[in-house]
């Protein structure tokens, strides 16, 4: 099993900047793909972003593509989303996410966290 812990939500004005942090525990992390999708009020979970075990392929949203950029750090057994330049349509509930394999992270990960909250305010 894999357990994933979401940090770093919160309120930030449009413009302005946020970093998620995902810690993750149970099994061997560096193994995984790691990924966030977000889902929005009265709309479908979303693909934002994913990473594979090495960290040496990336994967975008088009609508977070330059914005957005996913990380992690296999010794920490933490995955990054850094993001800059929120838009108030990014407002979400953010998950993190996890599978073994670096196609089905951007389609149906195994793995969820319990979320956090993103608010942009306009």
């Known amino acids: 099993q894999v357990q994933l812990v979401e940090s770093g939500g919160g309120l930030v004005q449009a413009g302005g900047s946020l970093r998620l942090s995902c810690a993750a525990s149970?099994?061997?992390?560096?193994?995984?793909?790691m990924g966030w999708f977000r889902q929005a009020p009265g709309k479908e979970r979303e693909f934002v972003a994913a990473i594979s075990w090495s960290g040496l392929s990336t994967y975008y949203a088009d609508s977070v593509k330059g914005r957005f950029t996913i990380s992690r750090d296999n010794a920490k057994n933490t995955v990054y989303l850094q993001m800059n330049s929120l838009k108030p349509e990014d407002t979400a509930v953010y998950y993190c996410t996890a599978d073994a394999s670096s196609v089905a992270i951007r389609r149906v990960p195994h793995y969820w966290g319990q979320g956090t909250q993103v608010t942009v305010s306009s």
């Open positions: 149970g099994r061997t992390f560096s193994s995984y793909a």
